[in-house]
């Protein structure tokens, strides 16, 4: 089944404890990306990858970082996290030549403490 | 700039009933529009997109989008109301600049009572 996978789905963690969140694709897709949902404001681009070692920020970057090593995962890092990182995070991918089909992964609501 | 509006934080609407969720846009150029919806505790579910052609798009789960250029609208719309839509529904355009990226509205709540 084609998919996007996020791990973990619920975090409640600390200031200032590094954490990771995971997303992998089993669909080949060149272009992945994050978003953060939040109340009235809707889904803002965190970082997006064109492609393995590609990455680049989108609106809202700043306390995140992103890696692409491999075209299948694309993890979402805090470094430091702060509680106004409190927020629901999507990974989404789309191919190269479906170009307006984006597919999400089920979400990962972090609390920060 | 490019940007979504949903102008309603909530729309209430009784089983059987035809449903609108509202969204307009502002894009300079052709826009690609797009619907997704949200159940709870779920990811983003796509439902239907308008890329080019005819102004009426059918898509998933009986839903209906009209693309109106005069008017900037592309709204949501479904001829009778199930409970199980009860969800959150996002409007969406593709940024003319880059194209892997959407640019979302702040959604709709959509209940239905029985």
């Known amino acids: 089944e084609a998919q996007v996978t996020q791990n973990p789905r619920y975090l409640i963690t600390v200031t200032g404890k590094k954490l990771t969140v995971t997303c992998s694709q089993n669909m080949n897709h060149e272009y992945m990306s994050w978003y953060r949902q939040d109340p009235g404001l809707g889904l803002r681009q965190i970082y997006y990858s064109m492609n393995v070692e590609v990455t680049d920020k989108g609106d809202v970057p700043e306390g995140y970082k992103v890696s692409r090593k491999e075209k299948r995962n694309f993890p979402l890092i805090l470094e430091s996290p702060s509680p106004n990182q409190t927020s629901l995070y999507f990974c989404?991918?789309?191919?190269?030549?479906?170009?307006?089909?984006?597919?999400f992964g089920p979400g990962t609501r972090l609390t920060v403490l | 700039a490019q940007s979504v509006a949903q102008p309603e934080d909530q729309v209430n609407v009784a089983e059987g009933n035809p449903l609108t969720v509202k969204c307009t846009y502002s894009?300079?150029?052709?826009?690609?529009l797009f619907w997704y919806v949200q159940y709870p505790n779920r990811g983003l579910q796509f439902l239907l997109k308008y890329i080019t052609g005819d102004n009426l798009v059918k898509g998933s789960y009986g839903f209906e989008a009209e693309f109106n250029k005069s008017q900037t609208s592309f709204h949501l719309k479904k001829p009778s109301a199930l409970v199980s839509d009860s969800a959150l529904y996002f409007c969406a355009v593709r940024d003319m600049k880059r194209t892997d990226k959407l640019i979302f509205g702040t959604g709709t709540r959509l209940q239905v009572f029985p």
């Open positions: 894009v300079s150029g052709n826009p690609y």
């Open positions: 989404a991918s789309r191919g190269r030549e479906r170009r307006n089909e984006q597919f």
